[in-house]
């Protein structure tokens, strides 16, 4: 039984390691580096035409880095650039807000419909 328990352990660890490489609230959208979730930042709307998503991350990174892993990043995941920081799929647009302040920024990523 004890066997079964640590099988099961190593077995689920990679997926919950995993998920933590992610925007909360966002499934499919990586952290840069380690960026840190911002506590109660997140917000979630369903609508009968889309969804309305809002997440934050924190990080003594320059906003420049930021935006650079971001713009080649969110192509490969099949989000096309149609503005300064805003990008679609599908039926939606994601906006990425970018904020310094001292040696810390703050990327806020909101998904919203067409």
Known sequence: MHFILVLKFFFLLPFLVFAEDFIY???????????????????????IDGRFVSSEVVGKYEIKEIKTFYNSVLPNLGWKKVKENIFERGTEFLEIKLESTGSFSTAQFSIYPK
């Open 25 to 47: 609230g966002l499934d499919d959208i990586p952290v840069y580096k380690n960026m840190r979730y911002v506590e109660n930042s997140n917000v979630l709307f369903d609508k």
